[in-house]
């Protein structure tokens, strides 16, 4: 028998913001093409409204509202245009950009009313009767232009707190006039779940009207804050995909879903979408080129990832033990980490994900952990690359590391002298054996490890013309004190993709060079046996 849960039976409408409230935070700037790519992604995902922006306030969104009906078939989502009430003393009629909203066609519109009378009096600067009439105006006359219109009550909390009449006269106001929902915001961010659990609570009493949560971070609660607000009563939730938005950010949407979801039992999404999340909210980090944040509760790269030993070895009897949810409820996976905390269940399991059986290997397991941590005691990291931490592997299995080449010397220098143009000053010269020839290859690069990397692919190519695939795409030094600033060594991590896949291998050194030459090697050595190619 199934525990019953506090949302068993409910449904949550999602309501996304990204697109509007996401495009504040700083240094996103979205094209109308980017939302263009993001709103079909939010449909896939099955949110019930996504909320373009602000058409006739901003260029952009007026034309991505004229676009977005012609380019895309929605198959899920309605779409809102948001908006702010007309101006103190005028008509809704006559507003233009109120006017604009109509003009959108979107079925939705969302208008952001005052329901703080501090923000009233001294904002707005207009009366409070003013502001309901703007209010009431505005609702109305949208309404009858046969709008949903949904009303999101600006610093809501905050003006509850202090003057909780006049909210609620807002409020009441907004559901008279014929707005869906009224949302309930918390604007500045500050509020506590147990104050949003109280406030929602004590409006549900006053109000039957249907109600949602629109939180900001600026607590550190906009999640928590958002679940509160739903098991007070509120039935839309407004949030970003990614957390993304003004300041601290708006609540994280795919979160509040996965714990509304997974742990309370609401019913959010279609059927099945939960498990596209991870998926989707990396393609729109792809489309604001931000990048995703590895800790992202439920979708992070890092929010099943398991390092310590202690953890591994119970994972092995039963990953439940270790981890709160099954990752691919979200479309995510659990990974294991190789480093100096693991034990050899870690090096067994992380055998297993890399398609190596370990079991009945005790003394390979044993070895591999023993080497582990003897390498990252001088300086090595294996968590952050992968593909070294294989290559290791194979050799303690029998000396399984292909030997697709043997370097037998290089050099590389830097030349200073006036640029000139073509590939850069620094030189650098290997010699290599391969295919049963010996290559002496001289390559130029923009730096010496740019033409070292250079220098060693014209001789390899040769042989293995697969090479030429190979980018290297991340190139991270980091110099460590490991002996308090006396005997510094040089720390190199590298990222190499083929186009489909991508991989991590690390150096170490007494300079950059050494350490550099070392993660290159491992990097290409790595890639060819990924690739399934034999020696030649
Ligand atoms: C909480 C939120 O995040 S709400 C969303 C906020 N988003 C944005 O502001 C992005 C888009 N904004 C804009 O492009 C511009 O600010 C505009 C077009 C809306 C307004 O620009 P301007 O006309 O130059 O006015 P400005 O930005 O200086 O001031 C805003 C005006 O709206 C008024 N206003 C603020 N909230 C409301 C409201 N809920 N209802 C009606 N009017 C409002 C202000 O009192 C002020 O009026 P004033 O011009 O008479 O002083
Ligand atoms: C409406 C809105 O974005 C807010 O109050 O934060």
């Known amino acids: ?94 507003d233009v950009q109120v006017r604009a909203l109509l003009d959108s066609a979107a079925d939705v519109v969302t208008l952001v009313a005052k329901s703080d009378i501090r923000h009233v009096e001294r904002a707005l600067r207009t009366t409070g009767e003013e502001n309901l009439a703007m209010i009431a105006d505005t609702v109305a006359y949208l309404v009858g232009e046969g709008r949903r219109v949904i009303v999101d009550a600006e610093h809501f909390f905050d003006g509850y707190r202090f003057d909780p009449a006049y909210a609620l006269s807002a409020l ?72 993304y938005g003004e300041r601290t950010g708006n609540a994280d949407l795919l ?41 992202q509760p439920y979708i992070g790269a890092s929010a099943f990832a398991h390092k310590a030993g202690l953890h591994a070895s119970a994972i092995r009897v039963d990953p439940d033990l270790y981890q709160h949810i099954d990752p691919t409820l979200v479309g995510n996976d659990m990974r294991m980490l190789v480093s100096e905390m693991a034990g050899r269940a870690s090096v067994e399991l992380k055998g297993r994900e890399l398609g190596i059986d370990l079991t009945g290997r005790p003394e390979v397991l044993g070895r591999v952990v023993d ?27 029998d000396g399984q590391r292909p030997t697709y080449f043997r370097v037998q010397s290089w050099r590389a220098s830097v030349a200073y002298s006036e640029k000139v143009g073509g590939d850069g000053e620094s030189e650098a010269t290997v010699k290599v054996h391969a295919g049963g020839q010996r290559f002496v290859r001289t390559g130029e690069g923009n730096g010496p490890v740019n033409a070292l990397d250079h220098a060693l692919r014209l001789g390899l190519c040769e042989v293995y013309p697969e090479i030429e695939a190979f980018d290297l795409v991340d190139f991270r030094v980091r110099l460590l004190d490991t002996s308090h600033g006396t005997d510094a060594v040089t720390r190199v991590l590298i990222q190499t993709t083929d186009g489909e896949r991508v991989w991590s291998t690390v150096g170490v050194g007494p300079n950059i060079l050494e350490a550099s030459y070392e993660a290159l090697v491992d990097a290409l050595v790595f890639g060819l046996m990924q690739a399934g190619i034999e020696p030649r």
């Open 255 to 295: 979160t509040i879903v996965a714990n509304l979801e997974l742990k309370l039992g609401a019913t959010c999404l279609p059927e099945g979408r939960l498990a596209e999340a991870t998926r989707i909210a990396h393609a729109v980090s792809e489309v604001t080129n931000i990048p995703p944040y590895g800790r």
């Open 172 to 243: 009441e106001t907004a559901f008279a006039a014929g707005a869906s929902d009224v949302v309930l915001c918390d604007t500045n961010g500050g509020m506590l779940p147990d104050w949003v659990h109280e406030i929602v609570s004590a409006v549900r009493l006053r109000s039957d009207g249907a109600l949602g949560i629109h939180a900001h971070n600026d607590s550190g609660c906009a999640v928590a804050n958002s679940i509160a607000a739903v098991l007070a009563g509120a039935r839309q939730v407004q949030g970003c995909i990614n957390g």
């Open 371 to 397: 080497r582990v941590k003897n390498a990252e005691a001088a300086g090595y990291t294996y968590d952050a690359a992968d593909a070294s931490f294989a290559l290791m592997l194979r050799e303690e299995l």
């Open 1 to 94: 028998m199934t525990t019953p849960r506090a949302l068993d039976g409910v449904t949550v409408e999602i309501y996304d913001t990204t697109l509007r409230d996401g495009a504040q935070q700083e240094g996103m700037n979205l094209t109308v093409a980017d939302k263009l790519i993001i709103a079909p992604l939010l449909d896939e995902l099955g949110v019930g409204v996504i909320e373009g922006g602000w058409p006739g306030a901003i260029p952009k969104d007026t034309e991505f509202f004229g676009l977005v009906d012609k380019e895309i078939e929605f198959e899920h989502a309605t779409f809102a245009a948001f908006g702010s009430t007309r101006k103190p003393g005028a008509r809704a009629h006559d």
